[in-house]
């Protein structure tokens, strides 16, 4: 079946600190995936996607790369805020498929 | 973007109750919404997909008559956890997706979960 296994956390990182939260996932075909972001008191947000293979997707300084050949998706920040701190899930969908399989999540806290 | 509000957000009940969380999509019509459970430290894990009108569908291993799903119209779906133990203590979480006209899926997005505490 699918998975998606995830780096634990928790992360502290300070300001300004390079982030990198490893994810690799096990699936059939060429699934689609996903890095969400739960923030203290809401709901997960989508943070970014790819699709295929050599994808790059990319949102508010974060950066995530489909790569086939090793299974993974790790998400990066060159640069981390104080805002930035939050949980991070990372997921897939099967292709043509809508439902997600999780990650456990990465808690990223960044101290000034 | 999108809003989606669960509530309650969280509830203590007795064993042996039945608790009802309301999911609703604010501004957009769903024509599905998933419900997910997800244990400490561990992942989300799906629940059951809701569809507007008809029988929710439910992952294996999930108890239909436990955990009850109905979505009675296009902006609300509702779990209800029937006869409650302390072993159905978990976070809830659901999601809805835009009816996107035309088109396979469209963005899903999450409530911001149920803490239910079964004492």
């Known amino acids: 079946g699918n998975s998606v296994t995830q780096m634990e956390g928790p992360v502290t990182l300070s300001e300004e600190a390079f982030l990198t939260i490893n994810c690799t996932y096990t699936a059939t075909g060429y699934p689609s995936l996903f890095w969400y972001v739960q923030y203290p008191g809401e709901g997960l947000q989508l943070l970014l996607k790819?699709?295929?293979?050599?994808d790059k997707g990319s949102n508010k300084g974060f950066e995530a790369t489909y790569r086939k050949e090793t299974t993974s998706f790790h998400l990066e920040k060159g640069s981390v805020q104080v805002s930035d701190s939050a949980v991070y899930f990372c997921a897939l969908a099967p292709f043509g498929n809508e439902k997600l399989t999780f990650g456990t999540g990465t808690r990223l806290t960044i101290i000034p | 973007g999108a809003v989606v509000s669960q509530h309650p957000s969280r509830v203590i009940c007795k064993s042996g109750t039945s608790v009802k969380i309301e999911c609703r999509s604010l501004d957009f019509q769903a024509t599905t919404m998933f419900w997910y459970r997800q244990f400490p430290k561990q992942s989300l894990m799906l629940m059951a997909t809701s569809n507007e009108g008809s029988k929710a569908t439910y992952e294996q291993g999930v108890e239909k008559d436990k955990f009850l799903i109905n979505h009675a119209s296009l902006t609300l779906s509702t779990l209800t956890v029937t006869s409650a133990h302390p072993e159905d203590s978990s976070f809830y979480i659901c999601?809805?997706?835009?009816?996107?006209?035309?088109?396979?899926?469209?963005?899903?997005?999450f409530g911001e979960g149920s803490r239910l505490t079964v004492l």
């Open positions: 790819a699709t295929k293979a050599d």
């Open positions: 999601s809805a997706r835009i009816a996107v006209a035309g088109l396979g899926t469209g963005e899903l997005f």
